[in-house]
């Protein structure tokens, strides 16, 4: 900084300091006062060229476990649509064991049979509608004789990262085809049935413990995600965000030196005034 000795008045060098001094702490001031209005340490990437890069990755990564969140939920959904339809399906295979295990009665009559074989049927035809209208957003969930539009599997982004991914498909078969391909008729109402009925039972049975444990998985997922996304936030929030308290003890301190500052410039501005004192 330059000085002046105070008896040259053509350049005011201390009018000039405390000018700058001035335009310095107005600078300043005005960087604070932004911070505090927009609540952004960083309100251009000049401010921090690193810190803004840094700040925008995590971000980018925040957004990206929250729409993952999203995600999960949406194959939660899912699974849990699938694992209703398997649930009345799995009642409805329990009704039909009931029912065929009532008909190995020797003493039970035609008429008897008949009507146990008829209600086994109308079950068998019930598990089918179930196969047909567990759906999610138009696509068929369980696979049936005509197959599903979820036997291949489809994937789920549940992380923020390449590969972070979970599949879920439904490729076995859990129709009316697991007890039988035709209309039932008494002379199948055998011991032998009962067998077939228990053997589909535990084909969904099967399939509902596969739905289960993806279930679990997703709900530890989603913990995570959430545990991931606060902590990339917080991350985030420390570089990109304002202390709002110390920014505002800076604007204090600033407005006060601007004060000084001010009233500094109009006594150097005065000081050369001092000089006609030669010429008295």
Do not use: C
Not at 11 to 35: C, F, K, P, S, W
Not at 95 to 105: C, F, G, L, M, P
Not at 161 to 177: A, H, R
Not at 219 to 247: Q, W
Request: net charge negative; charged share 20%.
């Amino acid at each position: 900084m330059a000085f002046s000795q105070g008896t040259r008045i053509n350049t005011n060098i201390a009018a000039m300091n405390a000018y700058n001094a001035l335009n310095d702490i107005n600078r300043e001031l005005g960087v604070h006062q932004l911070r505090l209005a927009t609540g952004k340490k960083i309100n251009s990437v000049a401010d921090d060229p690193s810190g803004y890069t840094i700040a925008k990755k995590l971000q980018a990564r925040s957004r990206g476990l929250a729409q993952a969140i999203n995600n999960v939920g949406d194959a939660k959904n899912v699974l849990s649509i699938a694992e209703g339809g398997l649930q009345k399906i799995n009642d409805l295979l329990v009704s039909i064991k009931e029912q065929v295990t009532r008909a190995v009665n020797g003493g039970l009559s035609d008429d008897e049979l008949q009507a146990i074989a008829t209600q086994v049927n109308d079950y068998l035809a019930e598990i089918d509608e179930i196969v047909k209208q567990t759906k999610f957003n138009g696509m068929q969930l369980l696979r049936g004789a005509g197959g599903g539009d979820w036997v291949s599997g489809k994937d789920f982004q549940v992380g923020s990262d390449t590969g972070d991914t979970l599949t879920v498909k439904f490729d076995i078969t859990v129709d009316s085809s697991l007890v039988s391909s035709s209309a039932v008729a008494t002379s199948d109402l055998t011991t032998g049935f009962i067998t077939t009925v228990d053997t589909a039972i535990k084909t969904v049975t099967q399939q509902l413990q596969y739905v289960g444990s993806l279930i679990n998985r997703l709900d530890v997922k989603e913990a995570n995600l959430i545990v991931s996304m606060t902590n990339t936030d917080a991350a985030a929030s420390r570089i990109f965000d304002a202390d709002i308290a110390k920014e505002q003890v800076e604007v204090a301190k600033l407005m006060i030196l601007q004060q000084t500052a001010t009233a500094q410039l109009a006594q150097a501005n005065a000081a050369p005034q001092g000089v006609l004192a030669l010429f008295r």
